[in-house]
């Protein structure tokens, strides 16, 4: 037997109907009434996250800087590895690492949603979807701040080795809506499995960590396809994240080429999870309370 809740609003009039078969438009309805919600759900977390701290937003220049800075070292410097192009090496890194940081905190924050708040979803009724969204508007701010951090070493780099930027770099905040939707639609489809199998919870991480040399964040795509062998190259080009990473790149440097099977390779990837995600997301959360 179906069971339904409706709550009038004396006052307002509205009605809110929920439903457990998730069938009816309330929920998408209530995803916009509620964005609000998402947004101080993002200023809650970079609060929290900074609290205390002496440097505080800070840290959001210094941890990408020090990562390109040793990726540079070891694949630029030690390894002798070409960069894309006529690019700094250390500009290849980090144009690398801004969308690969977006592709992995929206994972692992959108795949843990069930897990880190579940407090909150247990004492009151909001679209829980709400909830990793918040937090990927906050990963969100944290890397356009990087961006912000890009520009400047793209200046500076100007003036030292008279690196002249690709107009394209206009491009580089709508290619990065694509490692965002990657992380957030794959993590809602591992989201209900993280649930019942905690394991996933501390292998999220360290996969993660696995997956960041196996993408080519701290060296150059080109470099990487030369060294797989051409009949498994194909599998290299597979990975998502490369499509995302090759085609931000392409925006900053001038003679970079721009990759197309990895590109539509991450697009197929995202139209496929894009509603799979979505589907075990809500079946998900309608049991989740009975697991954590």
């Given at each position: 037997m179906k069971h339904k809740i409706v709550n009038q609003d004396e006052i307002s009039g509205m009605r809110t109907v929920i439903e457990p078969n998730g069938k009816n438009f309330q929920y998408w309805k209530d995803i916009w009434r509620y964005r609000e919600l998402a947004f101080n759900l993002a200023k809650r977390d970079i609060t929290v996250r900074y609290k205390q701290?002496?440097?505080?937003?800070?840290?959001?220049?210094?941890?990408?800087i020090i990562n390109m800075l040793i990726m540079s070292f070891i694949f630029g410097s030690v390894a002798h590895l070409e960069s894309d192009g006529s690019a700094p090496y250390s500009i290849m890194v980090?144009?690398?690492?801004?969308?690969?940081?977006?592709f992995s905190k929206n994972f692992t924050i959108t795949s843990?949603?069930?897990?880190?708040?579940?407090?909150l979803m247990k004492k009151v009724y909001f679209p829980r979807i709400i909830s990793p969204l918040g937090a990927s508007i906050a990963a969100l701010i944290d890397s356009l701040i990087s961006f912000a951090v890009?520009?400047?070493?793209?200046?500076?780099?100007?003036?030292?080795?008279?690196?002249?930027?690709?107009?394209?770099?206009?491009?580089?905040?709508?290619?990065?809506?694509?490692?965002?939707?990657?992380?957030?639609?794959?993590?809602?489809?591992?989201?209900?499995?993280?649930?019942?199998?905690r394991d996933l919870n501390q292998a999220v991480p360290f996969l993660l960590q696995v997956g960041q040399f196996?993408?080519?964040?701290?060296?150059?795509?080109a470099v990487?396809?030369?060294?797989?062998?051409?009949?498994?190259?194909?599998?290299?080009?597979?990975?998502?994240?490369?499509?995302?990473?090759?085609?931000?790149?392409?925006?900053?440097?001038?003679?970079?080429?721009?990759?197309?099977?990895?590109?539509?390779?991450a697009l197929v990837i995202l139209a496929v999870f894009a509603p799979i995600g979505l589907m075990a997301f809500r079946k998900g959360e309608r049991t989740f309370v009975d697991l954590v």
């Open positions: 701290t002496v440097i505080g937003l800070g840290w959001s220049i210094i941890n990408p980090y144009a690398g690492i801004i969308p690969w940081t977006l843990g949603t069930f897990l880190s708040s579940a407090g890009l520009l400047l070493i793209i200046v500076i780099s100007f003036f030292l080795t008279g690196f002249t930027p690709c107009w394209r770099l206009v491009l580089v905040p709508a290619f990065l809506v694509l490692p965002i939707a990657l992380g957030f639609f794959l993590g809602l489809f591992l989201s209900p499995f993280n649930i019942r199998f196996l993408t080519p964040v701290a060296y150059s795509f990487a396809c030369a060294a797989v062998p051409e009949k498994f190259r194909f599998i290299y080009e597979l990975n998502p994240v490369a499509g995302a990473i090759n085609a931000v790149r392409w925006c900053i440097i001038p003679d970079n080429a721009f990759h197309w099977p990895s590109f539509i390779s």
